[in-house]
């Protein structure tokens, strides 16, 4: 998926502020700064430990969400490349590959489809609550109030009077709010999303095309650290993928952890050992004062922490409780997602 340089600041307008803000923050002398600089480029990608197993776990862009939520589950992996299903794409890895499939986009999705699912699954009243699979039928969504955005995005008869049959009614409490009535239904709102039309047709290949806010950007074999750290910083990626010079197959994924597991190798380098043991103040942190931190109560619902995440692009947030805003632990993506997946496709 290349991305020319005009494309690239239309869709991440706020990568270049975000680094600038971040860059103009930094407290080294110039020459410490210089000496990193070499010294990260001097780092090969290919010196970062493989994925485990050696192999990159990919994802056909035809494959369903249902099944690329199994296939990240079972090999407890946050992302993975998804292959383009074209038979006639470029043998280049930009016609190889639509991109990457991660917890984030997923989760972009279901916040998307909460307000879908939600139109179906509230048709609104008790009267609603009456109505069975049958007396759907040929009246379609439009029967229980499903236009606007659930007839757009084809919401069928299906779905709607599969919704109401399984008892989906009024006395569930299900809010007119996407967020609310996916958190009230539970289960209910899972079985809609994965089991239900449209919903259960979404490729993965969809999923990339439409929500991901970071670009595609692979890496070679002999680029260095210091490629990686401006990649992972200025785009604020998670992952980077690394592909071989004269093949087009991503053979490892460098993550944020994986760059942190590689600076503590560095122990013992006299630059290292200098920096850390220098006051975080004197490196610029933290960037924002606490007032400034993002946080989520305890009592929020889960689906307003991942739309705080989405919104604010980042892939966890702290969660905390009482006006001292004590902190008792935190929402990411991936821990949560992975554990809704278990418990509702067993």
């Known amino acids: 998926m290349g991305m020319d340089q005009s494309k690239e600041n239309a869709e991440f307008p706020s990568c270049d502020a975000y680094f600038e803000a971040i860059q103009s923050k930094k407290k080294l002398p110039l020459s410490l700064q210089e000496s990193l600089t070499a010294a990260f480029a ?4 290919s010196s970062f430990p493989e994925v485990p197993a050696g192999r990159v776990i990919e994802i056909h862009g035809d494959t369903s969400v249902l099944e690329a939520l199994r296939i990240l589950s079972e090999n407890n992996i946050r992302a993975a490349p998804v ?11 930009q016609g190889r590959y639509l991109g990457v499939i991660d917890y984030s986009a997923i989760i972009r999705w279901v ?5 879908l699912a939600s139109v179906a699954l509230s048709a609104g009243s008790a009267t609603a609550a009456g109505v069975g699979m049958g007396a759907v039928g040929a009246m379609g969504v439009a029967a229980l109030g499903a236009t606007g955005p659930a007839a757009v995005a084809g919401l069928t008869a299906a779905a709607v009077g599969a919704a109401v049959a399984g008892g989906l009614t009024a006395e569930k409490g299900v809010a007119k709010d996407g967020l609310a009535a996916a958190d009230h239904l539970g289960e209910d709102f899972y079985k809609v999303l994965l089991e239900q039309e449209p919903f259960k047709s979404t490729t993965v290949q969809s999923i990339v095309e ?33 592909i071989e010079p004269d093949k087009p197959v991503i053979r490892n994924f460098i993550t944020q952890t994986g760059v942190v597991k590689g600076l503590q190798e560095c122990k013992g380098r006299d630059w290292f050992d ?31 922490a991942f739309k ?16 001292k805003r004590k902190l008792v632990g935190s929402a990411t993506y991936h821990h949560r997602i992975h554990e809704d997946f278990r418990l509702h496709s067993s």
């Not at 220098?278 to 004062?289: K, R, V």
């Not at 705080?308 to 006006?323: A, F, H, L, R, W």
């Open 210 to 242: 439409s929500y991901h806010w970071s670009p595609f950007i692979p890496i070679t074999l002999d680029s260095s650290m210091l490629t990686v750290l401006l990649l992972l910083s200025k785009y604020r990626l998670r992952n980077v993928p690394v």
């Open 308 to 323: 705080c995440m989405k919104d604010k692009k980042i892939g966890g947030v702290p969660v905390v409780e009482g006006p």
């Open 83 to 93: 292959l383009n299903p074209e038979p006639v794409a470029p043998a280049d890895w």
């Open 274 to 304: 200098y920096i850390s043991a220098l006051p975080l103040s004197d490196l610029g942190l933290p960037f924002m004062s606490i007032d400034e931190v993002i946080t989520v109560k305890s009592d929020d619902l889960i689906l307003e």
């Open 42 to 45: 001097q780092i090969p990608v």
């Open 111 to 115: 916040l998307e489809n909460a307000e």
